[in-house]
């Protein structure tokens, strides 16, 4: 449970981390922008005020471009494409925000196009620094949770092959149990079946499961036997 609580944490502090520095990587991108094209730090009222409606939107707009989800963070191919498509929607709304305050003429053009592009810039940097943290994390072992999975038949490979292709690498196969493994098998989907149920409550009185997964619910003959089993084990801890 401790472990699964850090991961979780880890997690949680990690997307929150990007999410506090999107808005202000926006608001020093447009400090940038203005002093390249101004020569100095010192923006006018305007200027400020469409920093901070830029930082709003942007994270309103990611959040509901789901920029921030822990499985888009973490694939870079995916979070690329929704951070460019996320960020367009901000700067079409800027624009039209400018179009109809009839305030567009006051802003230049070149801090617009340089504010755009060093934004876009600094909010990848940002995506850099993240996955290169997250990798540190999992080679680690710090965001793996080891799993248990009773069960061995086609659910419990389904449920393997799920794990791999869209748990992020956060979760480890940590055994297969079964008391009657299907078909006499070995292993499921290249993990072997190291034992009953009963074998697993005695592994988890040496070791530490963070998870238990029910992945038949025939297995050990029935959902009776594995509840009786699930109480035996949680009782180990």
Known sequence: LFRSLVAADLVTLATGVVRALDPVAVAIAAWIAYWARHGTWVLPDLYVIAVCVACVLTLNIMHLARVYDFETLSRPALQLGRLAMAWSVVVLVLIALAYFTQTSLAFSRAFVLGWIAISFGLLLVAR?????????????GRLSLDVALIGSGTLCAQLIRHLHEHGGGRYRIAGVFDNAPAGGATSV?????????????????????DEVV??????????????????RLNSSH
């Open 128 to 140: 850099v620094l993240f996955l290169l943290r997250i990798d540190t994390w999992r080679r680690d």
């Open 189 to 209: 989907e290249g993990y072997p079946v190291i034992g009953t149920i009963d074998d697993l409550v005695r592994l988890a009185q040496v070791r530490t499961f």
């Open 214 to 231: 029910v992945a038949d619910p025939a297995a050990g003959g029935g959902l009776g036997a594995v509840d009786r089993k699930s109480t």
